[in-house]
């Protein structure tokens, strides 16, 4: 029956069946069919659904609250199981940026699960900011400043970034001197639908400046943004250790040297829980020891995804 309430309570916090089998890794006919089975078992009606919206009906919105009380329980249950016998267990789902997902977290999963085997890890990577309890994430790595007080976050490191273009862009363009030069160039941003104004952010001595920036180009994936920097089409500001690779080779060249962009913090990111469960604890501590030491020495840096 576990499995039913999984999908249930899903559904109800998501507000679709569809959405709900995405989350857990069901095709949508497989979902709708545990949640008859459910409504059969429990011999009442639990969701209303139309062709656009599901709501719990009186008596859903009863055993959801019951539902979660049994999931929680069984959570706590498999926690302790585990805490007991010293050998975490259990799926763990992890989000991640594309490029340190490819680069830096895809490497250390695989050496993680040598290390706990009895742990599934689901790694799911986009640059876009997954929702967690929407998605059912365990754990996230942000690469972004952090004000949500509502989940716990443990910083991993400052990333310094830095502004830099192929010598190809510079010879054709020229460089520029300060960063309000940037209005003049061709500055590949990282964007989403709904994205604001893009701007990039220097230290000076009066304080973080932002400065708008726009291009020809943007892409929702920084990977390309990189390509498209390596192939001459524009000048990119990326985390160094992205970068460093290519700056050593020369393939990219620093700008803006007497200006230094605002760092990014890189930090774990997972839901607030009295009990957090063994498996999460034991990844974040795995990752906490592993991550800073790449990020502050990049030449350790796996050369995954875009090569240029």
């Given at each position: 029956m576990l499995n039913e309430l999984n999908v249930f309570v899903r559904a109800v916090e998501l507000g679709s069946i569809s959405a709900a089998a995405r989350s857990l890794r069901l095709s949508a006919a497989a979902a709708s069919h545990r949640l008859l089975q459910l409504e059969d078992q429990v011999g009442a009606r639990l969701l209303n659904r139309t062709t656009r919206n599901l709501q719990p009906t009186e008596a859903?919105?009863?055993?959801?609250?019951?539902?979660?009380?049994?999931?929680?329980?069984?959570?706590?249950?498999?926690?302790?199981?585990?805490?007991?016998?010293?050998?975490?267990?259990?799926?763990?789902?992890v989000t991640a940026p594309?490029?340190?997902?490819?680069?830096?977290?895809?490497?250390?999963?695989?050496?993680?699960?040598?290390?706990?085997?009895?742990?599934?890890?689901?790694?799911?990577?986009?640059?876009?900011?997954?929702?967690?309890?929407?998605?059912?994430?365990?754990?996230?790595?942000?690469?972004?400043?952090?004000?949500?007080s509502s989940f716990v976050a443990r910083k991993l490191v400052d990333c310094p970034r830095i502004v830099c273009a192929s010598p190809r862009y510079i010879e054709k363009f020229g460089?520029?001197?300060?960063?309000?030069?940037?209005?003049q160039h061709?500055?590949?941003?990282?964007?989403?639908?709904?994205?604001?104004?893009?701007?990039?952010?220097?230290?000076?001595?009066?304080?973080?400046?932002?400065v708008a920036v726009n291009g020809r180009f943007d892409a929702d994936d920084g990977d390309v943004l990189t390509a498209w920097a390596l192939q001459g089409v524009g000048i990119v500001l990326k985390p160094y250790w992205e970068v460093a690779t290519h700056l050593r080779n020369?393939?990219?060249?620093?700008?803006?040297?007497?200006?230094?962009p605002e760092p990014v913090s890189l930090s774990l990111l997972y839901p607030h829980r009295q009990q957090l469960p063994m498996k999460v604890r034991v990844f974040a501590d795995y990752m906490i020891g592993c991550i800073k030491p790449l990020i502050e020495q990049p030449v350790q840096v796996a050369p995954w995804g875009y090569s240029g």
């Open positions: 859903g919105h009863i055993f959801y609250e019951h539902a979660l009380d049994v999931l929680r329980a069984v959570e706590r249950a498999e926690s302790s199981m585990a805490t007991a016998s010293g050998v975490p267990t259990g799926v763990l789902r594309l490029g340190f997902g490819r680069r830096v977290l895809a490497p250390l999963v695989a050496e993680f699960n040598d290390k706990y085997p009895k742990v599934e890890v689901r790694l799911r990577l986009s640059d876009h900011q997954v929702d967690l309890l929407a998605e059912g994430i365990d754990i996230a790595v942000r690469m972004a400043v952090l004000s949500d460089a520029p001197e300060t960063p309000e030069d940037l209005a061709n500055c590949l941003t990282l964007r989403f639908p709904g994205s604001a104004e893009a701007r990039w952010s220097f230290r000076s001595h009066e304080g973080v400046k932002p020369g393939e990219l060249e620093p700008l803006l040297s007497g200006y230094e």
